[in-house]
C-alpha cells in the first residue's frame, strides 16, 4: 500500500469502553474479539507515530449500552427515578467520556444513545437527566455533538412513527446531529426507503430554521448489505457475494435513487465513509494476501465512487469505526498485525481517493479527512479546513 503526505485527520466515528462496561453492552458476549478494554490509550496507540501529528482527535459514537423502555405514565410524569434508571447505562456513558474529554483534548464531541422511538417529551426529560443546561453544565453542552440511534435491529416502521420523526426534527432544529443506523442487510431496502420518508418530512418543511443541526448516515453499513442480500449470507458475515449477480445493477441503482433523494432534499444530509472491513467478505477463496488491497478497493470503488457524485467532496466524512473496523481486518491482511487497523484503513482510503480522482493535499481531500466532521459536528477545531 502506498502512502501519501497526510492531511489533517477527525475520526468522525470511534467507540470507546473499558471491561467494566461490558456487562452494560447490548451487543458484547465474553467470545467477541471485542471484548477487551478499548480505552484512549488504546486507540491512540492503533495510530502510527507518523500520523499523530495529522491526527487532530475523533468524535465519540454510542456503543449500544443496555437500557430499557419507562412506562408511558412514567414519562407522561416525569418520575425522574424511573427514567434514570431506565437509561442508567446509557447516562452513564455520557459521563464517562465527558471525564475523558476533560483529560484530553482529543475528545472533540460525543454523540450519545437517546430515546428517539419515544418522541419528544422523553427526548426532553433524556435531556434533563444528562445535565446539558446551566453555566455549570457549559462544558457538557459544549461536548454534546448530537444524539444516534438505530434502526438497524428494529421492527419495520420503527423511524416513520409519527412520535421518532418528531423527536428526530426537536434534535436537528436544536442544531445537533441526528446519526442514524441503518442495516439493509437485516432490515431489507424498504429500511433505507423509510429513512428517506421520515427525513424528507423534516427537512422539507417550509418553516426551516437558519441553524439547523446535520443528519448523518453510514454509507458502508447500507453500501454492503446489499452485497449480503445477493449471497444469502447472514448479519454476521458477508459470506460470497458475487457481485457479477444481475441483481446487483438493479439493487445498486436503487440505493443511488434513494440516496440522491436523501441528497437533493436538504444541504444538512450528509454520509460517512467508515465501517469497512466487518462488512467485506473474509473468503479466502476471493482474493490472497497479495491481492487483497486491490480486491478491497475493487469491491467499495464503484459504491464510494457513486456516493462521491451524489453528496460531493464537501458531504462525506471519513471515520475509522474503531475497534470494529479490527473484525476482519485480520482475515483480510493477516500480514499485518490487528492493531494496524486503523492505519489500514487510512491508507486503503488514501487508494480510493486515487481511485475517485481527489487531489493529494487538496480541499476535496482535506474536507473529507477532517472539514467536513468541523462543520457537521460544530467542533471549533482551528487549521483544518
Given at each position: ?206 418553516d426551516i430554521p437558519i441553524e439547523t443541526g446535520a443528519f448523518v448516515i453510514s454509507m458502508l453499513s447500507i453500501l454492503y448489505s446489499h452485497s449480503r442480500l445477493l449471497t444469502g449470507g447472514n448479519i454476521d458475515h458477508l ?147
Amino acid at each position: 500500500m502506498a502512502s501519501n503526505k497526510q492531511s489533517p485527520i477527525i475520526d468522525s466515528h470511534i467507540h470507546l469502553f473499558n471491561p467494566s462496561h461490558l456487562p452494560h453492552l447490548a451487543w458484547a458476549v465474553p467470545e467477541s474479539p471485542l471484548y477487551a478494554a478499548h480505552s484512549v490509550r488504546e486507540y491512540l496507540a492503533s495510530i502510527p507515530v507518523a500520523q499523530q501529528a495529522a491526527f487532530e482527535g475523533f468524535v465519540f459514537i454510542e456503543t449500544d449500552r443496555r437500557h430499557t423502555t419507562p412506562s408511558q405514565n412514567a414519562i407522561a410524569s416525569n418520575d425522574t427515578a424511573v427514567l434514570r434508571e431506565s437509561w442508567k447505562w446509557t447516562l452513564e456513558e455520557f459521563d464517562f467520556v465527558h471525564l475523558l474529554s476533560r483529560e484530553s483534548k482529543l475528545v472533540r464531541g460525543i454523540v450519545p444513545w437517546a430515546p428517539m422511538n419515544l418522541g419528544v417529551p422523553a427526548m426532553e426529560q433524556y435531556w434533563s437527566l444528562l445535565a446539558l443546561d446551566g453555566e455549570a453544565e457549559n462544558g457538557r453542552r459544549k461536548m454534546l455533538k448530537g444524539f444516534r440511534y438505530l434502526v438497524q435491529d428494529k421492527p419495520r416502521g420503527t423511524i416513520t412513527e409519527p412520535e421518532f420523526v418528531a423527536a428526530m426534527e426537536w434534535v436537528w432544529r436544536k442544531g445537533l446531529v441526528v446519526e442514524i443506523g441503518i442495516d439493509v442487510r437485516s432490515g431489507g431496502i424498504e429500511q433505507l426507503e423509510e429513512a428517506v420518508w421520515a427525513i424528507r418530512q423534516i427537512v422539507l418543511k417550509n418553516d426551516i430554521p437558519i441553524e439547523t443541526g446535520a443528519f448523518v448516515i453510514s454509507m458502508l453499513s447500507i453500501l454492503y448489505s446489499h452485497s449480503r442480500l445477493l449471497t444469502g449470507g447472514n448479519i454476521d458475515h458477508l459470506c460470497k457475494p458475487d457481485l457479477r449477480h444481475t441483481r446487483v445493477e438493479s439493487l445498486r441503482a436503487r440505493w443511488s435513487e434513494l440516496l440522491t433523494s436523501l441528497a437533493t432534499s436538504h444541504a444538512s444530509i450528509t454520509i460517512k465513509l467508515s465501517g469497512v472491513f466487518s462488512e467485506l467478505p473474509h473468503d479466502s477463496e476471493l482474493y490472497t494476501p497479495d491481492s487483497a488491497e486491490s480486491f478491497m478497493l475493487d469491491q467499495v470503488g464503484p459504491w464510494a465512487e457513486e456516493a462521491l457524485r451524489i453528496f460531493g467532496p464537501r458531504r462525506i466524512l471519513w471515520g475509522s469505526d474503531w475497534p470494529v473496523c479490527k473484525l476482519g481486518y485480520e482475515k483480510m491482511f493477516p500480514e499485518l498485525d490487528s492493531a494496524g487497523a486503523w492505519e489500514c484503513w487510512r491508507m486503503l482510503t488514501v487508494g480510493l481517493f486515487h481511485r475517485m480522482g481527489i487531489e493529494e493535499g487538496g480541499h476535496d481531500e482535506r474536507a473529507i479527512w477532517a472539514g467536513n466532521a468541523v462543520r457537521v459536528y460544530k467542533l471549533g477545531v482551528e487549521g483544518s479546513d
